[in-house]
């Protein structure tokens, strides 16, 4: 799963950085609705950003041993 922000051009999403999605693959978009989207945007940073790539790689690395779990052991 990947989160992408963009924005809405009026026609189409355009994402912000550069994406790998194959052409016609289905996607998932979620539409954050705000009333003023300066004010919220403080609120919505402290939930939503980057990760640093430490994190990404600690993640990426206990994600690595949800693969080894024997779903037969349970």
Same mark, same amino acid.
């Not at 051009?9 to 300066?38: M, W, Y």
């Given at each position: 799963? &990947?989160?992408?922000?963009?924005?809405?051009?009026?026609?189409?999403?355009?994402?912000?950085?550069?994406? &790998?999605?194959k052409? &016609?693959q289905?996607v998932?978009i %979620?539409?954050?609705? %705000? /009333?003023?989207?300066? /004010?919220?945007?403080?609120? *919505?940073d402290? *939930? *939503?950003? /980057?990760l640093?790539?430490?994190?990404?790689?600690?993640? %990426?690395? /206990?994600?690595?041993?949800?693969?080894?779990?024997?779903? &037969?052991?349970?």
């Amino acid at each position: 799963m &990947n989160i992408i922000q963009g924005y809405y051009d009026g026609s189409v999403f355009v994402p912000l950085v550069p994406v &790998n999605v194959k052409i &016609n693959q289905p996607v998932l978009i %979620t539409v954050l609705e %705000t /009333a003023n989207q300066n /004010a919220d945007k403080n609120r *919505f940073d402290k *939930f *939503f950003g /980057a990760l640093s790539v430490e994190d990404y790689c600690e993640i %990426t690395e /206990a994600l690595k041993d949800t693969e080894k779990v024997d779903i &037969n052991e349970w």
